[in-house]
């Protein structure tokens, strides 16, 4: 089933240019761009209404992304999966440094790390990084470096990590 949906969502890329730029796009740059957000809004100076995002919860976000991609890479050697471009023939959209790993995901831990631990503190801004977090995601099986299992397994790790660090830091310190 794994990777029936895996060629299900793969088989779409290098059809459509846009789909393609958006892919690659969040495939590859969306984690930097997520990153950056939660520092600027953590480091923003409040205004009338409050901060946008404490500095506090901008450090627990990329506190659980850092133990979050930790856990990833340290899963990845005991569940080591090879790549689908590794294994079969896919539409790869980007270039990987080195096939490495590909369960979990990486990409997918850290940012439903960030995306989750903001949700937690701050809804309304949350929402929008899970949708950043979700098409992250999405985009790792559409430009052929991730099985859907792996997203998967990646989100949930995120998703783990979040909780793990609003429960170890009060709200309060």
Known sequence: MDLQLFQLINNLAGKNDVLDFLGIFFASY????????????GFLPPHKQGAILTRMNAARAVLA????????RGLGLFFYRPRPY???????LIEQLFAGKSFPSD???IAFALACTIFLYN??????????AALIALSRVYVGVHYPGDIFAGAIL??????IIKKLIPTRC
């Open 158 to 163: 995120g998703i783990i990590f979040a909780l």
């Open 107 to 109: 990409h997918t831990t």
């Open 86 to 92: 590794v294994s079969f023939q896919v539409n790869k």
């Open 65 to 72: 992304g850092l133990l979050g991609w930790g856990m990833a």
């Open 123 to 132: 809804k309304k801004i949350g929402i929008w990084f899970l949708v950043g």
């Open 30 to 41: 969306a984690i930097w761009l997520m990153i950056f957000l939660i520092l600027a809004l």
